[in-house]
Structures are given as C-alpha cells and as structure tokens.
C-alpha cells in the first residue's frame, strides 16, 4: 500500500529575518517572514506528508494564532508530523521538492537540506529525498524576490510485518 501527498508554501522574503530552508540558515541580506521560523521547504514538505495521510495540513496541527508556535523550528514540527506517520504504520518511500527562489542560490546548501530531511523522515538512504532549485527567470513574485516558494511531493510504504 503506497500514499501520495503533495505540498506547496510561500512565505514573504523581508529584512531582519534568518533565511530558514530546509534547515538550514542561509547567509542572505533577507529571510523569510512567518509565525513560525517560516522555513518554505519544510512546510511544503510537511503538508506533503500530512496530504498523503489524509490528516489536513500543517495550519490544522500547527494553528499560527497559536502563541506555542511563534518562532517555531518547523524541524520540530515535522519531527511530530513523522511521529504520526510512523504510528500509522508507514515509512519513507520517497520524496521530491522544489524551492523556487531567484535569490539565493540553493545549490550550495541542497546537500545539508538533504541530509536534515532523510534525519527527519528516518530515509534509509539519501537518495529517497531529492531537493531541488529553480528561479522564475525574474518572472512574479519569486523572480522580483519578494518571497520564496516550495513544492514537494512524497510517497509514503506501508511497513509489512
Ligand atoms: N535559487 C536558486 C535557483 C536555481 N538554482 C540552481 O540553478 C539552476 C538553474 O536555475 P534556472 O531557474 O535558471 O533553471 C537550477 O537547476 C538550480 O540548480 C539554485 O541553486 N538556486
Ligand atoms: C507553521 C505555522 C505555525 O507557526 O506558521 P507560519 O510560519 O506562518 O507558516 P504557514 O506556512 O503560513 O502555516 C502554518 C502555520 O500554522
């Protein structure tokens, strides 16, 4: 039995804030603006998840009127999404996103992304979680840099005893 859920985030690129994706902190002269730490990637990874399972989206778990969830390491959040897949009975098939950013370049920090996610999502081997990164081409909102979004798509197995 596999199940097949998809994600996708923007969050608001703006000044005084880290530039939070995928786990990792990238040296930018802007972050991501949210309720949370607002890591794009992670969260349209953990809709993903959530999507595949039938158990609504990350706002649902997670509400951003919710004083418990300011600041929040959306690594923690997925962390507890994984829990109820893994009480569910399913693992890690495999995983693909996108970012999609006209600035900064991902392309540098996507094995450290890779690797945070597998630890997270308890991948056999890296090769279940592929990230990858595309500009607009200066096109919309992402191209204008005025935020960034996030894509993924992920299978989950059931676990056969
Ligand atoms: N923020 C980004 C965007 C893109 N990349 C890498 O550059 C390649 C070319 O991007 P195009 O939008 O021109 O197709 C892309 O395949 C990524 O490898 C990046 O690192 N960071
Ligand atoms: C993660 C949560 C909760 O802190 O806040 P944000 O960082 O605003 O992120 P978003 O993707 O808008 O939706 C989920 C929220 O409930």
Redesign the pocket.
Known sequence: MIRVGQGFDVHQLVEGRPCIIGGVTIPYEKGLLGHSDADVLLHAISDAVLGALGLGDIGKHFPDTDPAFKDADSLKLLEHIWKLVKERGYKLGNIDAT????????????PHMVEIIAGALEAEELSQVNV??????WLGFTGRGEG?AAQSVVCLVKVVL
């Open positions: 970012i999609i950013a006209q600035k900064p370049k991902m392309a540098p920090h996507i990858k990164a595309t500009t607009t081409e960034i």
